[in-house]
């Protein structure tokens, strides 16, 4: 959600004085740092860091309050997830015994503590919850279900289907801040939130001011993987950007964290008008205040560019019908021509028009090019939950096969549109 802008500029000095020393200097005084140091201090960001944004999730909508009483099924319900690998043995071992109370919100606390709730950052001092904040690993994380279902080891960059942003968001007791900036009621901003359900997310609904699809249904979509994106151009189903862009419009405008954002596009009223309002092009720590944001976006970057995309399961597809299928990939049924092998999407500016792929144009006109991303398909077992395309209209692979067969009259048998399928779920 996009968040008000402080206006200012700060000036920063080491330690109140100026500093000069020579190019030569600084070579020798400068460690050399790897790609690996790049890459363990991106994931330290990604897992952990949550850009200062504790002063909009608990000074502003003080999720604290109602996090609090939660009890561990609540928040499992909710789609939490659980680091079985941030709790002591001790503790593994009661919960496989059925020994740990999940409906006590003091267990909640303690998991808080020991920062194993995926994605969310808390101070837990004597028993009671202070400032409360979120990371990147809350949407674009997931665990592997190793002990109980919600309960396991972290899978970065696998979108969290299960999460019900929506649900979370609207136990605030104080929404008030966020239906002023839509210009609407609680009671509506509330019917938005809970139309999201699990699994997606309106990024732009604080830039547009739009909750619904002219046909009624929500306008979020669903949370996309962050793996898988070595090579690949355009992150998001309507791209905004590249994923450092990506990175850095999250922390700022829906995380809340304090740091710099600039894009003038949001600058039209028309088509941007809360963000155009409210100066989200232009975004600023305030006055005085350092920048949380900048400084760990080339780290950030670097370990979301090492995830790549998990292999599927053995057994999981027919190996026969997925070598046939990837014939029909490449030839017939013409998807190699925007799919390009091995990043399964275009090198270069990977977008196209609603009209070429066949559907309505409302998501696409909501960016800033009014087109659709060709997604990367590789690990595409790992975000089936909810659907394909950006918003889930389509069920499963088959109805996404079916839907390009109708629309470029490719007239491929049944028996080809499964084999397809197979290859699909082999990526």
């Known amino acids: 959600m996009a968040r008000r802008v402080n206006a200012g500029t700060a000036a920063w000095l080491l330690g109140g004085t100026i500093v000069t020393f020579t190019l030569a200097t600084a070579a020798l005084a400068t460690p050399k740092r790897g790609p690996n140091a790049a890459i363990t201090e991106g994931r330290h960001v990604f897992r952990y860091d949550t850009f200062g944004d504790e002063a909009f999730w608990t000074g502003v909508l003080r999720l604290q309050e109602p996090i609090a009483t939660l009890t561990p099924v609540q928040a499992l319900g909710a789609g939490l997830k659980v680091d079985l690998d941030a709790l002591p043995a001790a503790t593994v071992d009661a919960l496989r015994a059925g020994q740990v109370n999940l409906n006590d919100p003091a267990v909640t606390l303690d998991l808080l503590a020991r920062d194993a709730v995926v994605g969310v950052k808390a101070k837990v001092e004597d028993g009671a919850l202070g400032a409360v904040g979120i990371t990147c690993a809350l949407c674009h994380s997931t665990v592997d279900d190793a002990l109980a ?68 249904k929500t306008a979020a979509t669903l949370i996309p993987p962050a793996f898988g994106l070595a090579g690949v151009n355009l992150h998001t189903f309507t791209g905004w950007g590249q994923v450092t862009y990506w990175n850095a419009f999250v922390a700022n405008l829906e995380m809340h964290g304090q740091g710099t954002f600039f894009d003038p596009r949001l600058d039209d009223a028309t088509k941007f008008p809360i963000a155009a309002r409210n100066g989200f092009g232009h975004v ?35 190996p026969a019908a997925a070598a046939r299928g990837g014939a029909l990939f490449a030839g017939a049924a013409k998807c190699a021509s925007c799919h390009v092998p091995p990043i399964f999407t275009e090198p270069g500016w990977n977008l196209h028009t609603p009209a070429e792929i066949g559907i309505d144009d409302f998501q696409a006109n909501r960016g800033p090019e009014g087109r659709y991303r060709t997604t990367p398909l590789r690990g595409l077992f790992a975000h089936a939950k909810g659907g394909y395309y950006h918003d889930g209209r389509f069920a499963t692979l088959g109805d996404v096969v079916d839907h390009y067969d109708q629309h470029l009259d490719l007239h491929l048998t049944p028996a080809q549109r499964s084999d397809l399928v197979e290859y699909l779920k082999s990526l």
């Open 284 to 318: 600023r720590p305030p006055e005085g205040k350092p920048d949380l944001v900048t400084p760990k976006l080339p780290a950030l970057h670097a370990y979301q560019l090492s995830l790549a995309a998990p292999r599927p399961p053995e057994g999981s597809f027919d």
């Open 149 to 216: 279902p919600g309960v396991g080891h972290r899978l970065d960059g696998w979108p969290n289907r299960d999460l019900n942003v929506g649900a979370i968001v609207g136990l605030s007791p104080n929404l008030q801040p966020v239906a002023d900036l839509l210009g609407v009621d609680v009671p509506t901003l509330r019917s938005v939130l809970d139309a999201w359900g699990p699994g997606k997310f309106d990024a732009t609904v604080f830039l547009d001011g739009k909750g619904f699809r002219p046909d009624g």
